[in-house]
């Protein structure tokens, strides 16, 4: 489980994808590949969601492919049988993280203040999604949390974007930034998958400079 965290780490950006209709995953793929972003966070929020991931872990794994927005036991399983290789939660819940660790697949809650952050802790996780993070105070928000939790690593999202990843990604403790400013919706829908690659291509570009 640890190697996938590592691998999202390495790429420093999640890009977050909702996918109105399956076909449009695997097209959505090869733009992530092309523009040199190789990792999906597929959220529940479409009836799409399980045959998208389907059909992106069915490519052969040239694409880190995870679910996002997995708020009960059963979308676990919906998203873990499709061939999620992570999950995301927006809040932190012990009967979600408990189903993922059964499955033994690595799973990011949402916690935005020390309490959530403590109950991913006793749920043995080291690492969370802060969200939403543009409204729970952003990096200096994190910056704080990051004093009594050392080991913890975060996963801002939500009101992120080109213009304050920067804040994000000086921080030591943010494994990676998850956004959906490089995959929009209304892009992917109308198919504009050269639009898209160029924004994801400008988006490594951009984590790449401000790498430390």
């Not at 965290?5 to 076909?23: K, N």
């Not at 996002?68 to 979600?96: C, E, F, H, K, N």
């Not at 990604?169 to 109308?190: E, F, H, T």
Request: hydrophobic share 50%.
């Amino acid at each position: 489980m640890a190697d996938v965290l590592d691998r999202l780490a390495a790429h420093r950006l999640v890009p977050v994808v909702v996918l109105d209709e399956a076909r449009d995953a695997g097209p959505l793929a090869d733009a992530l590949v092309a523009g040199g972003l190789p990792v999906a966070e597929v959220t529940f929020r479409t009836a799409a969601a399980a045959d998208a991931i389907r059909a992106i872990a069915d490519r052969g794994g040239d694409v880190l492919v995870g679910a996002g927005t997995v708020i009960t036991p059963a979308q676990v399983d919906a998203a873990v049988a499709a061939g999620a290789q992570y999950l995301v939660s927006p809040g932190t819940s012990r009967a979600v993280v408990e189903r993922a660790q059964e499955h033994g697949v690595p799973v990011l809650p949402g916690a935005v203040t020390a309490t959530e952050v403590q109950a991913a802790l006793e749920l043995g996780l080291d690492t969370v999604k802060f969200f939403p993070a543009g409204t729970s105070g952003g990096s200096a928000a994190i910056a704080a949390l990051a004093a009594p939790f050392g080991g913890v690593r975060f996963v801002p999202t939500g009101g992120v974007g080109p213009g304050n990843l920067d804040q994000y990604l000086a921080l030591p403790c943010v494994a990676a930034v998850g956004g959906s400013w490089m995959v929009p919706r209304d892009r992917v829908r109308a198919g504009d998958l050269a639009g898209v690659r160029t924004l994801i291509a400008d988006a490594v570009a951009l984590a790449t400079r401000l790498r430390p």
